[in-house]
Structure formats: C-alpha cells, structure tokens
C-alpha cells in the first residue's frame, strides 16, 4: 500500500513494516518513532520482564558502537533519543535537526536490527530492571496501582512491564536473543515520522536500513482472567491508597471521545469534579485523579485516591459517589473548559514534531490512517453537552475493581456500585 499527499506519506513495504510520515515544513527538526511488535505481552509466563530486560540490554552496544560509542554517536548528532516498552510493543524514538535526520535513522536501526547482547553486561541490565522493581516498594501509590491492574485486566495486560524479582533474575543472554529473534521483527512494525524530510530520501533510507528485514508470522496473546473485585495489600502505614478500576471504551470506538470526555469532566485539572469535591470541599485527601488508559480492543478508567487512614472509607464512598453522578451530565461550563483543554493540546501537538510524531503512530496503530489537525479539531468542536449527557447516562461508571493498600481493609459492597451492575 502506498499513499502520498502534500500533508501525508505513507508506505507499506513487502515486508510488512509501514512507515507513515507528516510534512511540517515550518520545523527545522524531525522527529521518528519506531514501535516494535516487542511488548511485553509477549513474555514467557516465566519470563515476565523478559521484552523490558531486552529493550536494556538493546543499547549496550550495536553495530559497530559498543555501548559508549552509541551513546556518543546520538549526542554528536544532537539527537534526543528516547526507548520504553508498552504492552503492544517496544518503541525507539528520536528527534533530531533535519540534516541529522539520515544519521540517526541509521543509528535507529542499528539499535533494531544488530544489537551485541553482550553477556558480560548482563547482569548490569538486569540491575536496572531490579532496581525499577525494588523501587515500587517505596512508592505505595504506584505499588497500589500495579496490583489493582494486575487484578482488573486479564493476563497478560495487567502484568507490569518490568516484570518481578525471579523472573528477571533467571533470565539469560539466549533468553534475550530467542525474544529478539521471535518479536523484533518488520510484520506490524511502523516507523512514523514527522517535521522536514525529504519523501523521497525518506522512502529510500527506509528501504536501506530495514528492506531486507526478514518477517515472522505476528503472535497470538493467550488471555487469562480477571481477578477478584476487591483486592487489600496489608501496609503498616498513616495513610490508605485507593486504587478503582472500571471498564470503557478503545480509542478506536466512535463513542471514544464521549467517554474521554466524561473522565476528562472528573479529573481534568484543579476545576475538575474528583479535585474539587473530594481534596478541596471536604479536605478528605491529599491527591485523587482518573485517568483513561486504551488498548487496541480495550479501554477503561483508572482512579487513585491517596489518604490517611482514618479517613480512608469516607474518601472511598465519596469517590464512588461522584462517579455515579457522572451519569447524571455535565454542565456548559464544563464543556467549555473540557474544549480549552483539548485544543491547548492539539496547539502544543502542533508545534511539536516529537508528539505529533506519536501521534501519528498511535493513530496507525489504533485506527489504520492518520487523523489531520483540522479533523481534531473539528471533533473538538463538535462535541455537545447533549452527546455527552447521552452517553453518560446510557453508560454508568463499573463494574469496578478495588485495590486498597493501608493498615485496614475498606468495606466495598455490592450496593455501592450497584448502579452499574443493574
């Protein structure tokens, strides 16, 4: 497949890898994301942390740099190099001055493609991953938040990507090869680019650096179960975290904006509905969110509330309340600051080619094509109160999924998330 327009590049290769680009002609920088089909979905069950210990050890050495070298060879190029593992894949990501940009393509690929491994590193990566484990343990808000995800998604999408302690410690330099070797690889590979480049030029480095990328047939994801609905984590502590799960919509849905939205109503700023009744009117916590989170075939809500215990419950009922209000509507004034928000962001997307390069990748990923701004922004507009008062109602918050960690449990019956089980 291949489409070229004046805003739009895009390009799939025989080997199945898709590059889509965006013309920024004003920039004087360029931007890649390479999202690699690498995620850590994709570890062994006893290998969790396996794609994440990968992705470390990807950057002690490639090519012909080793580990110093390729640290040096980015920063002589000016480039800002960035790395992270989701659960779908593991992405490298670049920005860069457009005369640099060939380079650091190149500099990309090798990363990729012809990693060392080198085993007498081994153990230092595998501190790095262990020491992102350990360090959970001293953040109880964080910790509360793994475990509720661990309970309200199926294996593997509620694996933390670092994976545990034993995992991380038996794994070995051919562990790390076998996983390259199965799951880096161009099938469902996209490189997304975005700010000033030569088509062209772009086309052809592409088909240099990654043409001959032999492809593998792309993995199922075996899913597991969900977990039960209330999980307590004992924790000798003044304070109670709260963290509560429910279910949505994926990005890709038609009703996805609707439903951001009605989140983005609970906890989109210091105006927004959690802040003001829970932490300012009645001073019940020190922070409390939500925030929406979507997968290719899923979506759904996460909420943190972070307390003392003594207050804990009533921070609890409180929070549970105001989520079924949302079913009731939202104001004018609510979707006036709900669109000044939106397009605040898609200004600053707009004036970065780093986010509007992932943006762009995202959109592939999640829905085949590439959304212009003025499309955005045209939804933007076109967002209602009626639309989204509709869509609340039709759709209450729950069935939920409660992960306290404190010094006591919370009561967490059926009555009070009963508006979303009926």
């Not at 964080?142 to 545990?164: C, D, H, Q, T, Y």
């Not at 429910?246 to 951001?260: E, K, N």
């Not at 307390?307 to 921070?315: F, G, H, I, K, V």
Request: proline content about 6%; hydrophobic content about 35%.
């Amino acid at each position: 497949m291949s489409e070229n327009t004046s805003k739009h590049l895009i390009e799939t290769f025989p080997n199945g890898l898709t590059v889509v680009a965006e013309f920024m002609d004003w920039c004087e920088s360029v931007a890649c994301a390479i999202l690699v089909p690498a995620g850590c979905n994709y570890d062994p069950p006893n290998r969790l942390g396996l794609a994440y210990l990968t992705c470390e050890m990807i950057l002690r050495g490639a090519g012909p740099y080793n580990s110093r070298d390729l640290i040096a060879a980015f920063e002589n190029l000016g480039a800002e190099r960035g790395e992270s593992v989701s659960h779908s894949h593991t992405a490298f990501s670049a920005a860069t001055l457009a005369s640099s940009f060939p380079e650091t393509l190149k500099l990309l690929a090798q990363i990729i493609r012809e990693p060392h491994f080198p085993e007498d590193q081994l153990e230092q990566g595998k501190q790095v991953v262990l020491q992102e484990i350990y360090s959970v343990e001293d953040e109880p808000g964080r910790k509360v938040m793994i475990e509720l995800s661990k309970n309200a998604l199926p294996v593997p999408w509620g694996n933390p990507g670092f994976g545990n302690v034993e995992s991380v410690q038996e794994t070995t330099i051919d562990d790390i090869r076998r996983f390259h070797g199965r799951f880096y690889q161009p099938q469902e590979t996209i490189i997304s680019v975005a700010g000033k480049f030569d088509g062209n030029l772009l086309l052809e480095m592409v088909s240099q650096f990654f043409g001959d990328w032999q492809p593998n047939e792309p993995p199922m994801i075996s899913e597991g179960k969900t977990g039960d609905p209330v999980l307590y984590i004992p924790y000798d502590s003044a304070q109670t975290h709260i963290g509560l799960a429910y279910p949505g919509v994926p990005f890709r849905h038609p009703d996805y904006l609707l439903a951001l939205s009605g989140v983005n109503v609970l906890s989109g700023g210091m105006s927004s509905r959690l802040f003001t009744e829970i932490r300012e009117k009645r001073g019940l916590c020190y922070s409390v969110g939500a925030s929406y989170y979507s997968y290719r075939d899923r979506g759904g809500v996460t909420c943190y509330c972070g307390t003392s215990a003594d207050r804990a419950q009533e921070s609890l009922d409180v929070l549970i309340q105001e989520l079924a209000r949302l079913s009731e509507g939202i104001t004018e004034k609510e979707l006036e600051l709900l669109r000044i928000r939106a397009k605040s962001s898609l200004v600053m997307q707009q004036e970065s080619t780093n986010s509007r390069a992932g943006s762009i990748a995202r959109d592939w990923y999640h829905l085949g094509r590439i959304r212009t701004m003025s499309e955005i922004e045209a939804k933007i507009n076109g967002l209602s109160r009626d639309a989204i008062n509709d869509y609340v109602a039709a759709h209450p918050t729950g069935p939920f999924h409660l992960a306290v960690l404190g010094p006591a449990p919370l009561e967490f019956t059926a009555q009070k998330s009963s508006h979303s089980q009926s």
